[in-house]
């Protein structure tokens, strides 16, 4: 057997596991078919996602039935204005033996899990925002002079309300960028309501049930990196990521629209998660299709209107839906 049939194989087993965890996760979080495929996209690729949604919508709900279905060890922390640094990382505390002698022993902060649940991430301090940077992006925490890792696989999925922004603090630029994506959680329309009413105001109620663990979600993030990508969807990537950059290859009329535009980072994400969808819609590799989904996720919130911009009522989406259009109407 080839390489190339071994990596066929182990797609076409990822994607039945990844049906299966789909299936028991839309069971429980009904009608909310794309915000489970990106926030599963966004796992698959190793990263973080932030979910932005109105109270009640479910989305500490869905992180629950997550943790379950993928078999990850999860915590959560509930955001205040009064959070420290040491409630989520940790501290070291001085214990004293029976024959006196004292030593500093550190207790873990709920930060020591695999899947992390920061809710309502925007009401903490920026200090308190801050303890979360290195753990996003390394893995590991340093406390007391000492590195310690944290669990294996690490991801955050942090929410956030868009409406009340009365007592909050705005998440910095750099803590942003560590998100792979955005997902914003809309209301749902009117049949899929139903089938919540339904759903969760009976006797039974449909409980998820494990479907991977945490070694098997590592290999699942392995493979989808060493899935093949076209060249036609590597330059629809980068076409789309450059253009939304003010400046000589974005369009005039880019430069009085946005302040700032998505880095590297925002293409090195792009190109994991459509490999993820791709993978979560049974295909084994990339299409502009993928990449046409995951855009705006991943692309949101790495950009800054102009005051201009504002002014006229534009919206980051809007303008990533118009360069999206046009950048893949070329590329196609």
Known sequence: ??????????????????????????????????????????????????????????????????????????????????????????????????????AFRFVEGPVFTQ??????????????????????QEGQVTVGGTHRPLGRPFHVLATQNPIEQEGTYP????????FLMQVDVDYPDRDTERAILLATTGVEREDPHPVMNADGL?????????????????????????????????????????????????AQALMLVTRARAVLNGRFAPTLEDVDAMAAPVLRHRMALSFGARARGETVDDIIARIRDSQLRKAA
């Open 1 to 102: 057997m080839t390489e190339d049939d071994k990596l066929v194989d182990e797609i076409l087993t990822l994607g039945a596991q990844l049906i299966a965890a789909r299936s028991s996760i839309e069971r429980r979080f009904v009608g909310q078919h794309d915000v489970v495929e990106q926030v599963l996209a966004a796992i698959l690729s190793g990263g973080h996602a932030l979910l932005v949604g109105q109270p009640g919508l479910g989305k500490t709900m869905l992180v629950d039935t997550l943790a379950t279905v993928l078999g990850l060890q999860d915590a959560r922390i509930q955001f205040t204005p009064d959070l420290m640094p040491a409630d989520i990382l940790g501290s070291e505390v001085l214990d004293q033996s029976p024959d006196g002698r004292r």
């Open 115 to 136: 899947l992390l649940m920061a809710d309502e991430i925007n009401r903490a301090s920026p200090r308190t925002q801050s303890a979360l940077l290195q753990a996003m």
């Open 171 to 178: 998440l910095p630029e750099a803590q942003l960028d560590r």
């Open 218 to 266: 590592i290999a699942a993030q392995a493979l989808i990196r060493r899935m093949p990508v076209g060249e036609t969807v590597v330059n629809a990537i980068l076409d789309l990521v450059r253009a939304l950059r003010p400046g000589p290859e974005g369009a005039p009329w880019v430069a009085e629209t946005l302040s700032w535009g998505p880095g590297p980072r925002a």
